[in-house]
């Protein structure tokens, strides 16, 4: 349902008119289009924060299309230099036309130049848009990379550049619901006679110098809510006003009010998460950080045009940029994070690597990218990679470890797949089955997670320590794929059995025995599913009947939990290798209480039981061992 909301009340109609309007039309028409080169124009000559750059100045991408009089060609910015700013397009590829990709075949064409009218439907549309924005080069992946699958050289060096492509993109075009490059940019014939929201309505409400104005119905400020989202003006007014006519008895018995009319406007509180968030096009994992780099945006809606840059956003039914808090809000708040850091001057000249705020924005795009899709597992480091060089840039250190940071690692191996953890065809997490990363990053598998926290050390609570990192790298590029990695973590370590005890709605829960000790006491065993220990598997497995009979799994406290009501975490292990001490991560356990959680710190393991696998044992009980 439309979730429609009162935004203010004013008497100043005139006002009201400025800041909102109803939305007719295409966004193809001139009135939008000139929307747009004005939101642009006041962006740049108003908006210190947009024309802010992490990258060396006047810096161009390798390949540039340019277009004049009908034409579009593909030019080696080494050869030939733009005159002009640059656009980019974030879009959906779909059914790939190897005649519109650039190829060793292709490229000889390319560069002679071919005609506008040649280009898919996409691409010309989009033209059209810098041509009316003055723009006259334009960077389109597709077009400007190689695409041969026989030699990915090309690529693999322009993905590592995509920080710089989109961060100094003058503005980016993202085409938010067209399905591939065949499809359209712009919005599709409306009818109307259903006018976007926001609109004014009038309500009677009494006069404010009546005396029983106290008496008026604190519910005039509701929530509006309309059965379907197509329900046309006539009939949400004509609700709203029989729900909101004048004030029936006992009120009017009282003292009858002054009648009188205030515009009231109403909005849809859904609108930018429905036609932005949830737009098409951002579903793609490699479309976030193209979204957050880039200084501007103009997204091309399925309904209207929507402005986004470092400073404000707008549409065309908020044309000034006035859109209410509550719209942007949620799971935007990632986005909006990382945009507002370029606000801050002292970035740009101090050491802010333990300025908490980069990282907590870091983490809450992560947490959106797991929710997106890569129609190439391989690439899921690499489409985080301009992100991470921003953040690099940033936080002026280069200390990225595949996916995590290495000053907060204790605290950043404590993410959680988020996926409910079920059996069969609801679990929704997997590991690819090419390797991509070590077991102990999130990277590792496909799914939506939370992540950990960028915390370390006693005073947080923390038994583990991270002794060392080692990756290997695909390419000479730090912040991409990598082939290999290992960290040497230190703390106590555990013998441990997990058994299935009950599968309810498909959701498995488990009991566990460490050191072949039940965490909870064995007299309150079966125990209630909210004292057992919460085990949250990367990847579901329907038992550990096999693990447990050879001794293959360990567990270490990583966090102890002392806050009330927080959880103490445990890092779940495979054992891998066990002459040299080397594991992989199974999950995490959450333990939940203050006695269940002491029982857990109490455990020890006999003196005459034999010393557990690891790269050493110290002399305080702790062990190091190797996590791949």
Known sequence: MKRLRKLFSGRDEKSESALTRPVFGLTTTASSLDLAKSWLSSCVAHHPQCNISVNPVNWVPTRLLYFTAGTVQLIETKKTKPTTPYMTLTHRWGFADEEMMLNKR???????????????????????VALHLDVNYIW?????????????TDWQNEAGQMQKVYSNSFCNISAADATSCSDTLFSQPRN????????????????????????????????????????????????????????????????????????????????????????????????????VLAPRILHFGRRQLFWECRCSEACEAFP??????????????GVKLTRSLYSRPRLQDQDNSTDLSLYLAWHLLIQTYTKTSLSFPSDKLIAISGLAKLFQSLA?????????WRPWLEGELLWVNASPQCLGAKATTKRPEIYRAPSWSWASIDGPLSTGTPMKGPDHGFKIRVEDVQLSYLTEDKTGAVTGGQLRLRGTLFETELARVS?????????????????????VLPAP????????????QENFERENEDGLLFSMVAKTGESVGEHMYMLLFKLVDRQRGVFERLGIMLVAGDITKRRVLDVERGFDKPSLPCVELHEDGQYSIIVI
Not at 251 to 264: D, H, V
Not at 320 to 333: A, D, I, K, Y
Not at 503 to 523: A, I, S
């Open 503 to 523: 599968c309810t709605n498909g959701t498995v829960e488990w009991t566990v025995k460490l050191e072949g000790v039940h965490v909870l006491d064995e007299q």
């Open 140 to 152: 389109i992946d597709a077009l400007c990379i190689f695409q041969d699958k026989d030699d990915q």
């Open 106 to 128: 292709t490229y000889p064409s390319l560069i002679g130049g071919i005609p506008i009218s040649s280009m898919p439907k996409l691409f010309q549309e989009v033209i059209t």
């Open 396 to 404: 002026k250190r280069d200390d990225y470890v595949a996916g995590l």
């Open 320 to 333: 000034s940029g006035n859109l209410p808090s509550q719209m942007t809000r949620g799971e935007e708040s």
């Open 192 to 291: 109307l006679k259903e006018e976007i929201l926001p609109q004014t309505i009038y309500l009677s409400i009494p006069s404010s110098s009546s005396s029983s104005s106290s008496s008026f119905p604190s519910s005039l400020s509701p929530t509006f809510t309309t059965s379907t989202a197509s329900q046309t003006s006539s009939r949400l007014l004509s609700s709203i006003l029989n729900h909101h006519s004048i004030p029936k008895p006992p009120y009017i018995a009282m003292n009858r009010p002054k009648i009188k009319f205030e515009p009231f406007t109403l909005i849809n509180l859904s609108l930018w998460t429905h036609q932005v968030s949830h737009a098409l096009v951002n579903t793609r994992a490699w479309v976030l950080q193209e979204r």
């Open 529 to 540: 599913a909210s004292l057992n220990p919460r085990v949250c598997l990367d990847v579901m």
